[in-house]
């Protein structure tokens, strides 16, 4: 099976004015890319979250998720392996971003979901919660199966 791989620069989908008092930057704190692999299934986009989420940090992480639904793939997989922090505004968004893949028809699902971020999703009542997958790769051959459709 050949793959194709395509990357992406975010940089040029965030606000401008993303700076705090004192001259930091929230793309310093929350970094995010895409790759878009190919396959006989259909394009599987996977987006990569590293840093902290959080309310100054929102803005980029909602930013990669737009990204990555706007391509409208047969499938989005976050990869949160590299996420230090992620406060509820952050989980809320990504649950958001279920429930709009959903209505679109992607399918969608979240890998490397820190420990503590499970914890906190456990905790929450009423929340749709989207797919876990220990790794990128187990979600891939997820998004790649019959099943998983």
């Known amino acids: ?9 975010p940089d040029s989908l965030l606000p401008d004015s993303l700076l705090l008092d004192d001259g930091e930057d929230a ?8 790759t878009s ?14 840093g902290e989420v959080d309310l100054f940090t929102l803005p980029v ?12 793939h047969g499938s989005l997989i976050v990869d949160l392996s590299q996420l230090t922090f992620c406060g509820l505004c952050g989980l809320t968004s990504l ?19 820190p420990a503590s971020l499970e914890r906190i999703w456990s905790l929450l009542p009423n ?22 459709r």
């Open 127 to 148: 929340v749709d919660l989207p797919a876990r997958y220990a790794t990128v790769t187990d979600a891939v051959t997820a998004a790649w199966t019959d099943e998983a």
């Open 61 to 72: 992480l909602r930013a990669a998720l737009a990204d990555g639904l706007d391509r409208r």
């Open 1 to 9: 099976m050949s793959t194709q791989v395509e990357q992406t620069e």
């Open 95 to 113: 649950e958001r971003a279920a429930r709009i893949a959903a209505e679109q028809g992607v399918w969608y699902a979240v890998s490397g979901c």
């Open 37 to 50: 692999l190919a396959s006989a299934a259909g394009r599987i986009t996977v987006l990569w979250v590293a």
């Open 27 to 34: 793309t310093e704190l929350c970094s995010w890319g895409l």
